[in-house]
């Protein structure tokens, strides 16, 4: 980590440090959610970061230029296309290209500044959108973003992205399982999806995976005794 | 007589001829389903609604306290379907815009010193106890910056405590809160026109006037369909309940019926859920007492 940049002034440059550990975090977030992402991208140093967002004269952080686009991989296509059926013989995948956006606004957000983001979103045909904010946004505000028709809108507060919790020891791993996965589950245990314990979207382990309504989530845990063992959840 | 169907299995029978499906649990998945998209509607509709107001007024010059009556009639229509928690959520949305949290109101929201938490506030002269003096109120900063003046502030709170503070799809159809907001103004005069004794001379171009006011069914389309789920109309299953009620005829078995008549065991009132009660002669003594 390079902390020795000589030209931060003490509020200002913690602020770019915390802001630049939230970026790195929103790109491990892409890539374990199964976008194209680059190496690069994720390991970003602090002085790359600098340059890219940091006004040389006041020190402060540029979040209007933050601003992130990427496409889902070939094997996030497939763990989102769900099986075919005799009504939808041939169906496609339900992800694409994703949008995140830093909001400049250091308090008041409301449906005003949503508006624009999902103006933009709308526009340019993203599929989804990750719109991220420094302080809470407004009731209304959280209403509209998840209102658009056919698209996924979430919202982030940077504090939440600080530290990447599922980097953390007693954070087990989650995976989530594509759609015929989850029916040879089903099918191996004789079950009903409803019969598997759950997990609420809003816990932070489902909202960092993006993870959806009726998907289903392996959990891989590692025990003293059994060595490694998975349970599954059910996504409500 | 021939038996209806059930609504539920009317509405898709796909489900219901699929086996094992016993039909009243359809009816109450459905009765669910239905009640959590009516809450998804009128949470889609009073977003919309905040939008809307969060323009309001239409002129940028107009005064609080003397609105345009389109803005007066937008605002109420608006409100129609609004709990207090969705009003507050408006206040917030035009504060975040910069605006007076009262929705006739032109102006900025107050910014106070950030560094001051509290501010001291006096009433009009002769506002303090016992009618002297003025009376003092220690308002926190968030407070004051939601509105311009100590008039909007009051203008708003006005119509907040009018609002229903059930949700659209609870409300009972005769509920009238929420559908007859009143202005502070309105109210005002209201209760001036009480006090005073009526001005018998009112002129014929007044009362004409007033008849402007009157506008029976203005409502378009959407003030029915708005009617219609404040009423709950659009989710039949709303109104039927959980339990289906089938009414049937009681099958009267063949033969004459007859009057009753009195028996010698009923002559003392006979028993009340298979108790006979003991002391009905004196029960009889105190009912005569007390006549
Ligand atoms: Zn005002």
Redesign the interface.
């Given at each position: 980590m390079d902390s020795d940049y000589a030209g931060g002034s003490g509020e200002a440059d913690r602020e770019i440090i915390r802001l630049w550990r939230t970026w790195r975090t929103v790109f491990e977030m892409l890539q374990d959610r199964g976008y194209e992402v680059t190496e690069d991208e994720v390991q970003i140093s602090l002085s790359e970061f600098r340059a890219k967002f940091q006004e040389p004269t006041s020190g402060l952080p540029r979040r209007d230029q933050m601003k992130i686009s990427a496409r889902p991989t070939e094997a996030m296509q497939a763990k989102y296309t769900a099986l075919p059926s005799k009504s939808n013989p041939n169906p496609q995948p339900d992800c694409g290209t994703i949008y995140v956006e830093f909001c400049a606004d250091s308090s008041?957000?409301?449906?005003?500044q949503v508006?624009t983001f999902n103006h933009t979103v709308d526009e340019n045909n993203f599929h989804s959108g990750i719109f991220i904010t420094q302080t809470p946004i407004?009731?209304?505000?959280v209403?509209?973003l998840s209102?658009i028709p056919g698209r996924i809108c979430e919202h982030f507060q940077e504090q939440d992205l600080l530290v990447n919790i599922t980097r953390h020891e007693l954070v087990p791993k989650h995976v989530l399982l594509s759609p015929e996965e989850k029916a040879r589950l089903l099918e191996r245990y004789r079950l009903k999806e409803s019969q598997l314990p759950r997990i609420q979207v809003s816990d932070p382990v489902a909202r960092y995976l993006g993870l959806r309504r009726g998907q289903v989530v392996k959990i891989i845990r590692k025990s003293e005794t059994a060595g490694r063992y998975a349970s599954y959840r059910w996504v409500i | 007589m021939p038996s209806p169907d059930r609504p539920a299995a009317a509405s898709s029978p796909a489900l219901a001829q699929r086996p094992g499906t016993d039909p009243r649990h359809l009816a109450i998945a459905l009765h669910h389903a239905q009640q959590i998209q009516a809450q998804k509607d009128t949470q889609t509709l009073i977003l919309d609604r905040i939008l809307e107001l969060i323009e309001l007024p239409s002129s940028p010059t107009a005064d609080p306290a003397t609105p345009a009556a389109a803005d007066v009639a937008a605002l109420k229509s608006a409100l129609r379907p609004f709990q207090p928690a969705d009003y507050d959520n408006l206040i917030l949305e035009r504060n975040i815009e910069g605006r007076c949290g009262y929705a006739l109101c032109p102006r900025e929201h107050r910014k106070e010193d950030p560094r001051v938490r509290f501010r001291i506030v006096w009433g009009a002269k002769g506002s303090g106890a016992g009618g002297r003096g003025r009376e003092m109120d220690i308002v926190p900063r968030e407070k004051l910056e939601m509105w311009c003046s100590s008039e909007c502030a009051e203008r708003a709170m006005y119509i907040r405590v009018q609002l229903a503070e059930e949700p659209v799809w609870e409300r009972r159809a005769d509920d009238r809160r929420g559908r007859q907001i009143l202005l502070l103004e309105e109210g005002r005069a209201a209760s001036n026109d009480h006090h005073r004794q009526r001005q018998p001379s009112a002129s014929v171009k007044d009362v004409l006037g007033q008849l402007d006011n009157l506008n029976l069914a203005t409502g378009s389309a959407s003030d029915s369909a708005d009617l219609a789920l404040e009423r709950g109309d659009v989710h039949p299953a709303l109104h039927g309940g959980r339990v289906e009620v089938q009414i049937r005829e009681k099958q009267v078995a063949a033969g004459s019926t007859r009057a009753p008549e009195l028996r010698p065991e009923d002559r003392m009132g006979g028993a009340i859920e298979g108790y006979v009660p003991r002391d009905t002669q004196d029960q009889d003594q105190d009912m005569l007492d007390l006549l």
């Open positions: 008041g957000v409301g449906t005003k508006r407004s009731p209304s505000a209403r509209l209102g | -």
